[in-house]
């Protein structure tokens, strides 16, 4: 199926015919779109110009500075939508096709927001090359991997107050570490400051307290995914996480990719699980594929300098579905809601080159990362700019995520 378009968007761009992802973008406050090629559709502007009068939920919700009531909508409402737009946008005669002149917006000159009310954030810890690593960096080279791993989808609650929009600089953090070596704990700015290359699912449809989300009905309850950057101070995390976890060391702040691509413009995707040895526990057991291939990359870019590519990795590689983390997070009757965000953890693959983290790609900084004019790093330095991008490919189409980007400022004295 090949869709035309009078906007002429190549079925090859990041937003294709075929993703049409939601976020929020300024226009006189916070406004919903749906990006097509360089362009951003209005919502709010098609709603108040009865465009969207066919539809069959109330279009109020595109009033609304985050994209929570239009999620509440349902799954039917977000796919009605995305056939309309598709259908107005293959028609030279449609009513979209005559108001463009008001309806559409630059979408490279756009100001984003984070595109929904974040309530609660959880990171999971799910791929299995990430986890082996650090386990052999920290910990016991011959038994990586501590014994539940292979059992539940390991995760911890994080702090949703300092998730940012791509394109928010991020201050380095200070705070409390232990030199190797020394008997005392100092203060001040981290020294091993990180990226952590994810991939976070957006909550689309609500449990009640009490009630599991079942694992073969898990993925109804997913909206959408960005890309996500789990800013990580390697060296605060090794002193304080014994025996709570990650707490200052992630939550100063994480940084999403502007646009939400929903479930059904993954769905082309779709494929094979990972085999997971042993066998999990019933409750998380699924048949049929359940990853999805998007091809990943981080790039540092130092201050006034050239961009150099660091990492290839894809979401494919994970040892547990979202379907298993979401099953597994609400299997012992905890409420998601719309708009909760789970990050999938660092997506590391096989080889060198596809470890999401550099403190994987320098192995804990005995090892140089080179860049394209001769500086090398260990870790994140002032003034560096971590971008990600993230897109599915095949041969007809792309569905494309765009970039979450984000510069390091130096820390507060
Ligand atoms: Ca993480």
Request: aromatic share 10%; hydrophobic share 35%.
């Amino acid at each position: 199926m090949k869709m035309k378009n009078w906007l002429n968007v190549d079925d090859h761009h990041n937003f294709s015919m075929y993703n049409l992802p939601f976020g929020m973008f300024h226009r006189n406050g916070p406004t919903p779109g749906v990006a097509i090629g360089d362009y951003i559709i209005d919502l709010r502007f098609c709603a108040e110009k009865s465009l969207l009068s066919s539809l069959s939920f109330d279009t109020n919700v595109f009033s609304q500075p985050v994209l929570n009531d239009f999620i509440a909508t349902g799954k039917s409402n977000w796919s009605a939508l995305r056939k309309w737009l598709q259908e107005q946008l293959s028609d030279a005669n449609s009513a979209l096709a005559q108001n463009q002149n008001e309806a559409l917006v630059d979408r490279p000159k756009a100001k984003f927001y984070v595109p929904v009310h974040i309530g609660d954030y959880t990171d999971f810890y799910s791929s299995i090359e990430h986890a082996t690593n650090v386990g052999k960096m920290f910990r016991d080279p011959e038994n990586a991997l501590l014994p539940n791993w292979r059992h539940l989808p390991v995760g911890y609650h994080g702090r949703a107050s300092s998730i940012v929009i791509s394109g928010t600089d991020v201050r380095r953090p200070n705070g409390q570490t232990k030199p190797p070596g020394s008997d005392a704990p100092v203060f001040g700015p981290s020294k091993r400051l990180d990226y952590e290359l994810e991939m976070a699912f957006i909550v689309g449809s609500e449990n009640k307290l009490g009630e599991p989300i079942p694992v073969d009905k898990a993925e109804e309850h997913i909206f959408g995914m960005v890309v996500f950057n789990d800013w990580s101070a390697r060296d605060i995390q090794t002193w304080e996480y014994v025996p709570l976890g990650p707490f200052l060391a992630k939550n100063f702040a994480s940084t999403i990719s502007p646009w939400i691509v929903t479930m059904e413009a993954l769905e082309p995707f779709r494929t094979g699980s990972v085999e997971q040895n042993p066998p999990v526990l019933p409750y998380l057991q699924q048949t049929g594929n359940h990853n999805f291939d998007i091809q990943l990359e981080v790039s540092l870019t130092p201050e006034g300098g050239e961009e150099s590519s660091i990492c290839h990795s894809n979401f494919k590689y994970m040892y547990w579905s979202m379907a298993q983390q979401l099953a597994h997070h609400t299997v012992n009757g905890c409420n998601v809601r719309i708009g909760d965000m789970m990050a999938s953890g660092t997506i590391s693959g096989p080889d060198n080159g596809s470890f999401g983290s550099m403190l994987e790609l320098s192995w804990g900084g005995k090892n140089q990362i080179v860049l394209k004019d001769g500086q090398s790093r260990t870790f994140i330095e002032d003034g560096d700019t971590i971008t990600m991008k993230a897109a599915c490919k095949n041969e007809n189409f792309t569905v494309g995520f765009g970039e979450c980007s984000g510069k390091i400022l130096p820390a507060l004295r």
